[in-house]
């Protein structure tokens, strides 16, 4: 496949032979592989072939093993739409190591850097991503998991849950209250390796479309004082930061599912024959398969905008909306792909193991981590709200 947008001047010609050789190298080993019961032996396997064939060296700067020189937001919407498509765990493996070590890269100290980075970009280490609780998901900021200063120690207590990669995860960076001021204000981060003492792997979570996924229990978790992440109290901030890097890499993904679905689709279409012709030669066939084209070509329009946009316009760029409309746009356009394609496959596109079947399951959670459709639907609305009030008035900026 080659992602929906790549042909647009968003890209450039490197996105175009990422493009091209990740979609080669992931249509050979993705019929290599069963989609079994030993999800997390699928994931780590993921991680160590996207590492060893070198695409993992997009997920950390070229300082550290990495591909560029920092994190280039078009490449990893190229890699995720290009390896949803073929396996929804492969696209998982590649995003949670960028996901997993972004707050490193964005604000580790050398030594921190160099420890991971280079195993991470490598397949060699895998990352996670440590923020929500069971009383913070989408009102993040409400984390109460706490770290305390013990002499040359620090001891974090709590709880994180829903945390990919939970289990079989090498570092884990952690974000936990610290008190310095109120709320958002007063959270940092930490370096966790999964061997730290106090912590545990509380419970394993089932999906619908499976995934490695934890709760994990921090007590009298004790880390060294170097395993501080950037500056006290400005944890939330490069939680933020570092979700903002990879909002627009989660609608790609979406793209990823929904192309295939279209495909799946239209192939469908063309062989299933009934009325004395094929289901294509029906019009209600022909207008739900123009109606998915169109909303995946547009959400795929900005989606490839809010990438281009955080990657061309140097550090002051403000994402955030293009971001919003993107991961909006391209995870429901996704959803209602996914179900035209089971609908159109008929009983055989509800049968388990089916890859509509699949696809169905695997893209209903990208709805709601990283921001749920109505907090970005808020966003944008806001942020109408607020051009409106603005002097200057309305309109795109
Ligand atoms: C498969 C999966 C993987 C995940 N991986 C990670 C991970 O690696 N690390 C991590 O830290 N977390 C992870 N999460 C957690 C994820 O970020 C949270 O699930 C998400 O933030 C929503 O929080 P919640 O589940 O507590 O739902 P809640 O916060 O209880 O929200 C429930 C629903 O309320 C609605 N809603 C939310 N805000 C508003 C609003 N402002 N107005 C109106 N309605 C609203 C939405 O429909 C939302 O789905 C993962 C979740 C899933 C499902």
Redesign the pocket.
């Known amino acids: 496949m080659r992602p929906t947008a790549i042909d647009t001047p968003f890209f450039d010609a490197p996105h175009r032979e990422l493009a091209s050789a990740l979609d080669a190298w992931a249509a050979r080993e993705s019929a290599n592989r069963s989609h079994g019961a030993d999800v997390d032996a699928t994931c780590r396997a993921w991680v160590r072939s996207l590492g060893e064939a070198g695409f993992l060296r997009h997920c950390v700067p070229a300082a550290h093993g990495g591909a560029t020189a920092s994190l280039e937001s078009r490449a990893l919407c190229v890699a995720r739409e290009v390896l949803a498509y073929h396996d929804g765990l492969a696209d998982f493996a590649f995003a ?1 190591q960028g ?1 997993g070590s972004g707050a490193i890269t964005l604000a580790g100290t050398e030594a921190q850097r160099s420890r991971w980075l280079p195993d991470v970009a490598g397949g060699r280490a895998i990352a ?5 609780e069971p009383g913070a ?4 900021a409400a984390l109460s998991t706490a770290a305390r200063r013990d002499g040359a120690h620090w001891v974090l207590d709590g709880e ?1 849950t ?4 939970g289990g079989i995860a090498d570092v884990y960076c952690v974000f936990a209250r610290t008190g310095e001021a109120p709320g958002a204000r007063g959270v940092s981060a930490f370096v966790v390796p999964a061997d730290a003492p106090g912590l545990a792997i509380a419970e394993r979570f089932e ?1 619908m479309a499976p ?1 490695p ?1 934890a709760r994990l229990a921090f007590e009298a978790c004790r880390l060294p004082a170097d395993a501080l992440l950037g500056v006290p109290g400005e944890g939330f901030k490069l939680a933020m930061r570092t979700l903002d890097i990879f909002r627009a890499s989660v609608a790609a993904a979406a793209l990823g599912f929904a192309r295939r679905a279209l495909d799946e689709s239209a192939s469908r279409a063309l062989g299933r024959r009934m009325f004395g012709g094929a289901l294509a030669d029906l019009q209600l066939t022909q207008a739900a398969l123009g109606d998915l084209a169109t909303e995946v070509e547009a959400a795929a329009l900005l989606t490839a905008r809010a990438a281009w946009k955080r990657d061309t316009g140097g550090a002051a760029a403000r994402t955030t909306r293009e971001a919003a409309m993107a991961k909006l746009a391209a995870t429901e356009a996704a959803q209602r792909a996914a179900d035209r394609a089971v609908q159109l496959h008929g009983g055989e596109g509800v049968r388990v193991g089916a890859l509509v079947e699949r696809i169905y399951r695997e893209v209903r ?1 990208l709805r ?3 921001g ?4 970005q639907r ?1 966003i944008v609305g806001r942020d109408e709200l607020a051009r409106r009030s603005a002097p200057g008035g309305g309109g795109p900026r």
């Open positions: 949670m996901l996670a991503f440590a923020l929500s998901g989408s009102d993040a994180k829903w945390i990919s990669n999906v995934h996924l959670a709601i981590y990283e749920a459709t109505e907090v808020l």
